[in-house]
């Protein structure tokens, strides 16, 4: 597979959305400009997000839709139903990205379930096959044993955690990153020196965090639950930080995950 696909910059995440507001919320989305949309089954809000879209009228070329497929729908007949399912609720023909969740290493079905999904994009059910919270080993051996790679990576990625290995192998191999939890679900905001630095570029740490994570061509899901936040959220992408800066925020690191290690979910 070559990989020539190029993400939306900003798209918004719906993990943790409860099924009751989810479908105003897209509208509000939609509404500030938001074209992407970060679903998965396991969150349990794909038929409010396709209620959402349906209603907007856009023609279907004008929005992008992942979906994921969970831990428990792994193997190649779990994939096929469980794309299927998620293409029900959503109400499309076809998903843009699919992606396996995690890769649940003790398993051992991730690659069966790459090379189903590699089948599944031929049949046009898929646009682009993606995978989420992969090490480069799992990478290297879809890669080794399939002779394929995704055309995405979805991980979790902030100022504390910046996954410079992986990403480093991902740009050698086409593939494209993704930050989840691109706010460290909502840590930034406690953190003084990033508020010295916001103020330094005179934005808010949220704007701060994501155009630093867009500098490097990542591009962000992040979630948000008022209009405020949505556009707040959305404008970074005109927002250019300095030099000095992003040098500073390559600094933060230090290897802190909000979330499980990929390798210890299972
Ligand atoms: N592939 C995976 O395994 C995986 C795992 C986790 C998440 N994800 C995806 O990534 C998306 C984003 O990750 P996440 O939701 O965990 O964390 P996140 O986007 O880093 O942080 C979300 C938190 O930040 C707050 N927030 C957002 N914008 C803000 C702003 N401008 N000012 C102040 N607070 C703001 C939100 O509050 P309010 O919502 O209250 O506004 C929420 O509490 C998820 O929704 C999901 O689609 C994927």
């Excluded at 507001?21 to 074209?35: C, H, I, K, P």
């Excluded at 930050?179 to 808010?204: I, K, M």
Aim: aromatic letters at 8%; proline letters at 5%; hydrophobic letters at 40%.
């Amino acid at each position: 597979m070559t990989n020539s696909f190029t993400p939306a910059r900003i798209g918004l995440g719906l993990f943790k959305v409860p099924v009751e507001s989810t479908q105003a919320l897209v509208e509000e989305a939609l509404d500030v400009g938001y074209r992407h949309f970060d679903c998965a089954s396991n969150y349990g809000n794909e038929a409010q997000l396709g209620a959402a879209l349906s209603n907007s009228g856009l023609d279907r070329s004008n929005f992008t839709v992942t979906s994921k497929a969970w831990i428990d729908e792994l193997g190649p007949t779990g994939i096929q139903d469980a794309l299927k399912r998620s293409l029900d609720r959503l109400g499309l023909d076809s998903v843009d990205i699919y992606m396996i969740h995690w890769p649940a290493p003790e398993r051992d079905l991730y690659v069966a379930s790459f090379q189903e999904m590699l089948l599944l994009r031929q049949d046009g059910l898929i646009k682009n096959v993606g995978v989420s919270n992969f090490h480069i080993d799992y990478l290297e051996r879809l890669r080794q044993e399939i002779g394929s790679l995704p055309v995405i990576n979805q991980v979790e990625r902030h100022p504390y955690l910046q996954q410079q290995e992986l990403f480093t192998y991902h740009s050698k191999h086409g593939i494209a990153s993704q930050a989840w939890g691109p706010l460290a679900r909502a840590e930034v905001f406690a953190d003084s020196r990033l508020a010295s630095l916001a103020e330094r570029v005179g934005a808010s740490i949220a704007q701060l965090v994501l155009a630093w994570q867009l500098s490097s061509a990542v591009s962000v899901i992040p979630k948000a639950s008022s209009r405020k936040r949505l556009e707040e959220n959305l404008t970074s992408a005109d927002l250019v930080l300095p030099e000095d800066v992003l040098k500073e925020l390559n600094g933060f690191d230090r290897d802190y995950r909000t979330g499980p290690n990929p390798a210890d979910k299972n």
